[in-house]
């Protein structure tokens, strides 16, 4: 075993009581193998368990071997391939559920804020109800675009889709599951209108619908917005020419590489979205590139910080970073403030 390698004993499965064990690591998924790597939630039916006391994850070439006394087995010998990712997929989403309900037992509405800042902001703006001029012709595209019988095929840079591994995938799927709903979309307008942020960077612009909210908000803003794969981009670029929106700058390429030349030529930023890319160290990475060009005034929005456990503590690490003051978790979004004036404070607000 080279040092990259894991191990999972006995010894840090948690629960082995029930149907589920419990351990520290990541686990990750290709079509052809498993591929484990660090900080990740494994779990393991009892009789998995009891038949591999000793489970041996090569990290880097893709291979994962379980042994039991002498004997070596494929991992995929006790779980059949075509159930890999429904179950591990079946996992997250066990996740996500009960990171919810704390967050519901946990969340306030406006009645429990005591700041007059985030009172504002509750009332006004999140829980804001009215129908602003933009959302008709933004959700008529999106209806347009669940329409679409067509299909692209493109490298998916981030994290992955709970929903497929598939590198086709249907304009309509990705509108369906991983273009943010109308509550968040439109919520994103309603920031932008009411903070009204002139350099605004969004990562991950998937087919434009986020953007075309973000850019229609503030017209006197530059929106800036990065996607890895230029299949997708080219169609977020016929749907701004459709919504006649000249406010955006398109970036293409991956973040890591894009990220430090825009941060270079940019003087300041006043709003940014991070919307992919949903792994910890990647999401603390840009938070801490873009973190030199905010000010007091900026406001930072974070996509999913409860996709996984790796996002839970990037949520928890940029919360107490030390320029941060006020946080607001929605659960699906964590919105970062960084005015000066402001007692460091953290709210989970219904939503
Ligand atoms: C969740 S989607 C964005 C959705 C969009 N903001 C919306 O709601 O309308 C995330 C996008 O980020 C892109 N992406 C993920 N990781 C990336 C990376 N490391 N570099 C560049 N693009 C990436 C994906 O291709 C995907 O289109």
Redesign the pocket.
């Known amino acids: 075993m080279s040092q990259k390698d894991i191990v999972l004993t006995q010894k840090n499965i948690l629960s082995t009581q029930n149907q589920l064990a419990l351990s520290q690591k990541h686990l990750f998924f290709t079509p052809q193998n498993i591929v484990f790597s660090c900080r990740h939630i494994v779990f393991f039916s009892r009789n998995i368990v009891s038949s591999i006391p000793t489970i041996y994850c090569s990290e880097n070439n893709i291979k994962t071997k379980a042994k039991s006394r002498h004997k070596t087995y494929s991992f995929q010998n006790f779980i059949p391939h075509s159930l890999i990712y429904p179950y591990f997929s079946a996992v997250k989403k066990l996740f996500l559920a009960t990171n919810y309900l704390l967050y519901r037992l946990k969340s306030t509405s406006e009645h429990g804020v005591h700041s007059p800042f985030v009172f504002d902001l509750v009332t006004n703006v999140i829980y804001n109800k009215s129908d602003f001029y933009a959302y008709k012709e933004i959700e008529a595209l999106r209806t347009h675009l669940l329409e679409s019988e067509k299909t692209i095929e493109?490298?998916?840079?981030?994290?992955g889709s709970l929903k497929t591994q598939s590198k086709k995938r249907k304009i309509e799927e990705?509108v369906k599951y991983?273009?943010?709903p109308k509550k968040?979309?439109q919520l994103l307008f309603r920031l932008v209108n009411h903070f009204q942020p002139t350099q605004i960077l969004?990562?991950?612009?998937?087919?434009?619908?986020?953007?075309?909210?973000l850019a229609r908000a503030n017209s006197k803003a530059k929106i800036i917005?990065?996607?890895?794969?230029k299949e997708?981009?080219a169609i977020a670029t016929e749907n701004f020419s459709q919504l006649e929106i000249q406010n955006i700058e398109q970036l293409?390429?991956?973040?890591?590489?894009?990220l430090p030349s825009v941060l270079n030529k940019t003087e300041k930023l006043d709003f940014v979205?991070f919307?992919?890319?949903?792994q910890k160290q990647?999401t603390l990475n840009y938070f801490k590139q873009c973190l030199n060009k905010a000010n007091e005034n900026s406001v930072f929005v974070f996509?999913?910080i409860y996709w996984s456990s790796g996002m839970k503590q990037a949520w928890q690490e940029i919360k107490n970073n030390k320029k941060v003051t006020v946080t607001i978790d929605l659960f699906f979004f964590g919105i970062v403030f960084f005015r000066k004036e402001q007692v460091k404070q953290h709210f989970i607000i219904k939503y």
């Open positions: 493109f490298e998916d840079l981030g994290a990705i991983s273009v943010k968040y979309s969004e990562l991950g612009t998937s087919l434009g619908i986020t953007t075309s909210y917005s990065v996607e890895g794969s997708i981009a293409i390429g991956n973040f890591d590489d894009v979205f919307d992919g890319n949903h990647a996509d999913d």
